[in-house]
């Protein structure tokens, strides 16, 4: 009589062992997966929340107004602050620093694509004898002008409320009068969170906010937010795909200014990117909710 084959121990035994293994490693690597999606997305709620518990806090002060609310009674948006339009799958290019000799240029690419950003400017600190040139071909061309600061003097600009209402005051007087259009979203230099004014953000967003004006910090830095000067064109484009992950909005921090000399370059692959990815492009406006730092968005 033949004799039967054991099993245990066999080269099928440890076959089917190993895919059993297999199978509960990859069993519980989805359950790990889910339990952390639930609780990022419970994070996320949460702040949403609170986010959103802020801004109506912001919004219905009754407590007696601070002196400096009674600076510059110029320096308000022409609207009320409504900022919930939550778009998924849209890329809002922002460029700070400008305008600058790369203007035009960056202008005419964004034409011949068909797209429409947000320039976030600055005063007149590179002596551009067609500043005033540029911020009007900001807006014919259809773009945002936002403001950034009117001086580059970080330390003076964050040292109180009171120094930062009178830089700000001043860019949006000046735009004003220079292009007959009314600044409405605003960028704090530095980012809405900087070394320079840790003390005193939660009032500067607070009293910009009761002021009508919508911030909008970044969540994708062409530089990979490190501020460099130095990197190519096709840094600045990998840059931009290694933050893209988990992204369904993407605010796009890049430069118009003199010392990034590789934005205009690097800007037809960011685009071609963000289109790879599914993203439609579109200007910042005063609806559409923040990217704030202090908050997932």
Known sequence: MEEKTRYVGSVRFYKNMLLVVIALLVLILTMVSLYYLHRYRQAVDLLEEEYNASIESILNMDSDPLAYQDLYEDFYAPQLYDATNRVSGTAYLTFDGGPSTHTDEL???????????????????????????????????GHTLGMGSWSSDYAVMYSSVEAYLADMSTLYTYIKDTTGAVPTVFRFAGGSINSYNAGIYHELIAEMIRRGFVPYDWNLSADGGAGSTRFSAEELVLHVEDALAGLDRAVVLLHDDSTHTTTLEALPGIVALLEEHSFTFAPLTPDVKPVLFAYTN
């Open 107 to 141: 202008l005419a690419l964004l034409a011949q694509k068909g797209i429409k950003a947000t320039f976030f400017v600055t005063g007149n600190v590179h002596n551009d004898p067609q500043y005033d040139e540029h911020l009007r071909a900001i807006i014919e061309g």
